[in-house]
């Protein structure tokens, strides 16, 4: 395959006040999650998860232009380091494009490596690439409040 072929893919960095522990765990979990996975002009998010490997998410965030469904099943739980889910959205369509999320110990919290592959396009890529800046600039602010 030659690199103009390839689905585009995207990583953000984010270091985040807390401990590798706290953050993977806080992925799973449907309320703290809700608290932060917010891009765009989301007013709120409707978080289910089944966290085991297999086991499916649903994100219906709320926004003024209506809600915006994404759905998507996990494929590695290897607390504390590293998590894989796949993502379905209006944007990333129906392809299970697929999230993974590394918590690397660095200085007093946190590296979150969040890697994004198998868009749609680069427009996609593009979007989502502001979109998860904006839910790891919102989980970093979350957790500078409690340190």
Do not use: C
């Amino acid at each position: 395959m030659n690199a103009t072929s390839r689905s585009p893919s995207l990583t953000v960095r984010r270091e985040v006040a807390a401990p590798p522990p706290e953050l993977f765990d806080a992925w799973l979990d449907p309320d703290k999650l809700a608290n932060w996975m917010r891009p765009g002009d989301t007013d709120r998010s409707n978080i289910t998860t089944d966290p085991r490997v297999g086991g499916e998410f649903e994100i219906l965030m709320e926004t003024p232009r209506g809600d915006i469904p994404h759905t998507g099943a996990y494929q590695m739980i290897s607390r504390p380091k590293r998590l894989a889910f796949t993502w379905n959205s209006p944007e990333a369509g129906s392809r299970n494009s697929l999230v993974t999320i590394d918590f690397n110990p660095a200085g007093r919290g946190t590296e979150v490596v969040l890697t994004h592959e198998n868009l749609p396009s680069q427009v996609e890529a593009d979007n989502h690439r502001k979109g998860w800046t904006r839910v790891l600039d919102y989980m970093s602010k979350a957790y500078a409040k409690d340190a």
